[in-house]
């Protein structure tokens, strides 16, 4: 069983940036393709961003592409999700998933393992 928690969600400014980090247990985590994805208030959940296991390879959303950046350190069981120039429209609980499968996905159904959220709030 894999358990995933996030956190560094917070309020920020308009323009400003925020780092999401998910640490994840087990031994696996270097073998998982991790993603990230977001969920606004009566809004059906997003994709963010994904990265394949070793973290050679990346895929983004359009709405976060060029502001947003996802890495992985697997020595530490921790994926990252860099957010600058954030908009209010970036409001949204974040959330870490990963599945069992060393590539990038961007459905949701494919990951096996999801964290518990962390809030972003954007303020204009």
């Known amino acids: 069983q894999v358990q995933l928690v996030e956190s560094g969600g917070g309020l920020v400014q308009a323009g400003g940036s925020l780092r999401l980090s998910c640490a994840a247990s087990?031994?696996?985590?270097?073998?998982?393709?991790m993603g990230w994805f977001r969920q606004a208030p009566g809004k059906e959940r997003e994709f963010v961003a994904a990265i394949s296991w070793n973290g050679g390879r990346t895929y983004y959303a359009d709405s976060v592409k060029g502001r947003f950046t996802i890495s992985r350190d697997n020595a530490k069981n921790t994926v990252y999700l860099l957010m600058n120039s954030l908009k209010p429209e970036d409001t949204a609980a974040y959330y870490c998933a990963g599945r069992n499968d060393f590539r990038v996905a961007a459905d949701g159904y494919k990951f096996d393992y999801w964290g518990q959220g962390t809030q972003v709030t954007v303020s204009s």
């Open positions: 087990g031994r696996a985590f270097s073998t998982y393709a």
